[in-house]
C-alpha cells in the first residue's frame, strides 16, 4: 500500500486505544507503520536493483521482527531522554512500547500482502512472493474511510462544544476508520474469489486455463481485471463481480513467442532474472532493429485497458552476435498495444 495508508492506519490505531497505554505510542506507531519502507534506499542503485530488494527481507517475518525491536527500543530511548509533559498521561512504558512496534511494523507487512505487488515473507529463507491480490497499491476507497473515520470526531467535537453539548470521543472514529478497512478487505475478498472462479469456468480459444489472476479496480470493489494464462497465449479481459457472463471469446490475446537463441540470451541478463523472478504473467517480444534485437518483458498483472500504460517491463537490447548492448527497467511501461 502507499505510505498515506498505512500513516492513516497508523493514526487510527492510535486513537482507538493504543495512545492510552505509554508515551510515545502515536509516534511510535506511525514510524513503525513505514519502517519496512527503510528499503526504498535500494532505489540508489538503479530500477533493477530496487525490484531486486523492495518488500524483501524488511517485509519478512523475520526482517519485520528486527525492525520491530529495534524500533521499540529507539522509542524507549528517547522516552528516557524526553522528560515528561505537565499535563496528565500515561506513563512511559516499555513493554507496551515493543507490543506497539510490532503491531505496527506488521500492519504494513499485512496491507502490503493484500495488494498485487506482494511480499517475500520467508525471506531469507525462501523469496518466493505471496500476494493477497484484493486491493490496488493506492485505494481511493481506503482512504475515504480512513480519513472520513479520523475526521468526524473532531468535527462532532467542534459543533459539541458550541451547542455545549458532551464533548466527542475519538476512539469510535478510529474504531469505525480500523473496521470499515477491514470491511473492505472482506467485501474485495469475496469479490476477488468469485471473479477466479467466474474465469475458471471457461475455456479461451479451446484451451482450459493453466494459470488465473484477478487484479482490483483503483476505485470499484467489483471491478477487476481478470488475466489467464493457457498454453499458448495470456487472455486478458475486464469483468464484474456482478455479471455472471464472462465474455471467454473477446479478451485481448497476447500470445506467446516460441522460443529462441534471442529470448535465451535476454533471460540471462541480471534485469531480465531479477524482473523473471518478481512477474506472474511475463510476456515476452522481440523485435528485429538495425542494430539487432530489441527484447522487452512485460508483467501482464498490470494490463488494464488498451488506452493506458502498464507497469513492471524489463528491456533488454542485443546485438546482431546476441551480445548485450543495454538493459533496463522500468515500473511504468509502453502503453499496451
Same mark, same amino acid.
Given at each position: 500500500m502507499d505510505n498515506? +495508508?498505512?500513516t492513516l492506519a497508523a493514526v487510527a490505531l492510535s486513537e482507538a486505544g493504543l495512545n492510552r497505554k505509554t508515551r510515545f505510542a502515536t509516534l511510535?506507531?506511525?514510524?513503525? /507503520?513505514?519502517l519496512p519502507d527503510i528499503d526504498l534506499v535500494s532505489a540508489l542503485g538503479g530500477a533493477a536493483?530496487?525490484?531486486?530488494?523492495h518488500r524483501?527481507?524488511?517485509? +519478512?517475518?523475520l526482517g519485520a521482527a528486527v525492525l520491530a525491536g529495534a524500533l521499540g527500543a529507539a522509542a524507549y530511548y528517547l522516552g528516557r531522554m524526553v522528560p515528561p509533559p505537565r499535563k496528565s498521561g500515561p506513563p512511559l512504558n516499555a513493554g507496551w512500547l515493543f507490543a506497539i512496534s510490532g503491531i505496527a511494523v506488521a500492519s504494513h507487512v499485512l496491507m502490503d500482502f493484500t495488494n498485487s505487488y506482494g511480499t517475500r515473507p520467508f525471506l531469507p529463507f525462501s523469496a518466493r512472493w505471496y500476494a493477497w491480490d484484493i486491493m490496488p497499491i493506492v485505494d481511493l476507497l481506503l482512504w475515504a474511510l480512513l480519513i472520513l473515520g479520523l475526521s468526524l470526531p473532531p468535527l462532532f467535537r467542534l459543533i459539541s462544544e458550541e451547542v455545549g453539548a458532551a464533548k466527542t470521543k475519538s476512539r469510535a472514529g478510529a474504531i469505525f476508520a480500523l473496521c470499515s478497512m477491514l470491511a473492505l478487505w472482506g467485501v474485495r475478498d469475496v469479490a476477488h474469489r468469485r471473479v477466479l472462479s467466474m474465469l475458471d469456468a471457461h475455456t479461451y480459444g479451446q484451451e482450459n486455463p493453466i494459470q488465473l489472476g484477478a487484479f482490483p479496480s483503483p476505485i470499484n470493489p467489483f471491478g477487476w481485471t481478470g488475466v489467464v494464462e493457457t498454453g499458448t497465449a495470456f487472455h486478458v479481459?475486464?469483468? +464484474?463481480? !456482478?455479471? &455472471? #457472463?464472462v465474455d471467454a471469446e473477446h479478451t485481448?490475446?497476447?500470445? *506467446? &513467442?516460441? +522460443?529462441? &537463441?534471442?529470448? #535465451?540470451?535476454? /533471460? *540471462?541478463?541480471?534485469?531480465? =532474472?531479477?524482473?523473471?523472478?518478481? /512477474?506472474r504473467f511475463p510476456w515476452p517480444t522481440v523485435e528485429r532493429t538495425d542494430d539487432g534485437f530489441d527484447v522487452t518483458i512485460e508483467d501482464l498483472r498490470g494490463a488494464t485497458s488498451p488506452a =493506458?500504460?502498464? &507497469? !513492471?517491463?524489463?528491456?533488454? *537490447?542485443?546485438? *546482431?552476435n546476441l551480445h548485450v548492448l543495454s538493459e533496463s527497467f522500468s515500473f511504468l511501461g509502453k502503453s499496451n498495444p
Amino acid at each position: 500500500m502507499d505510505n498515506l +495508508s498505512h500513516t492513516l492506519a497508523a493514526v487510527a490505531l492510535s486513537e482507538a486505544g493504543l495512545n492510552r497505554k505509554t508515551r510515545f505510542a502515536t509516534l511510535t506507531l506511525m514510524v513503525g /507503520a513505514n519502517l519496512p519502507d527503510i528499503d526504498l534506499v535500494s532505489a540508489l542503485g538503479g530500477a533493477a536493483t530496487f525490484l531486486k530488494y523492495h518488500r524483501g527481507i524488511t517485509h +519478512s517475518l523475520l526482517g519485520a521482527a528486527v525492525l520491530a525491536g529495534a524500533l521499540g527500543a529507539a522509542a524507549y530511548y528517547l522516552g528516557r531522554m524526553v522528560p515528561p509533559p505537565r499535563k496528565s498521561g500515561p506513563p512511559l512504558n516499555a513493554g507496551w512500547l515493543f507490543a506497539i512496534s510490532g503491531i505496527a511494523v506488521a500492519s504494513h507487512v499485512l496491507m502490503d500482502f493484500t495488494n498485487s505487488y506482494g511480499t517475500r515473507p520467508f525471506l531469507p529463507f525462501s523469496a518466493r512472493w505471496y500476494a493477497w491480490d484484493i486491493m490496488p497499491i493506492v485505494d481511493l476507497l481506503l482512504w475515504a474511510l480512513l480519513i472520513l473515520g479520523l475526521s468526524l470526531p473532531p468535527l462532532f467535537r467542534l459543533i459539541s462544544e458550541e451547542v455545549g453539548a458532551a464533548k466527542t470521543k475519538s476512539r469510535a472514529g478510529a474504531i469505525f476508520a480500523l473496521c470499515s478497512m477491514l470491511a473492505l478487505w472482506g467485501v474485495r475478498d469475496v469479490a476477488h474469489r468469485r471473479v477466479l472462479s467466474m474465469l475458471d469456468a471457461h475455456t479461451y480459444g479451446q484451451e482450459n486455463p493453466i494459470q488465473l489472476g484477478a487484479f482490483p479496480s483503483p476505485i470499484n470493489p467489483f471491478g477487476w481485471t481478470g488475466v489467464v494464462e493457457t498454453g499458448t497465449a495470456f487472455h486478458v479481459l475486464t469483468i +464484474s463481480a !456482478f455479471d &455472471p #457472463d464472462v465474455d471467454a471469446e473477446h479478451t485481448t490475446v497476447y500470445h *506467446k &513467442p516460441e +522460443s529462441s &537463441p534471442v529470448l #535465451d540470451a535476454a /533471460a *540471462k541478463t541480471r534485469t531480465a =532474472q531479477i524482473f523473471l523472478d518478481f /512477474a506472474r504473467f511475463p510476456w515476452p517480444t522481440v523485435e528485429r532493429t538495425d542494430d539487432g534485437f530489441d527484447v522487452t518483458i512485460e508483467d501482464l498483472r498490470g494490463a488494464t485497458s488498451p488506452a =493506458q500504460r502498464r &507497469p !513492471f517491463v524489463a528491456e533488454i *537490447k542485443l546485438d *546482431k552476435n546476441l551480445h548485450v548492448l543495454s538493459e533496463s527497467f522500468s515500473f511504468l511501461g509502453k502503453s499496451n498495444p
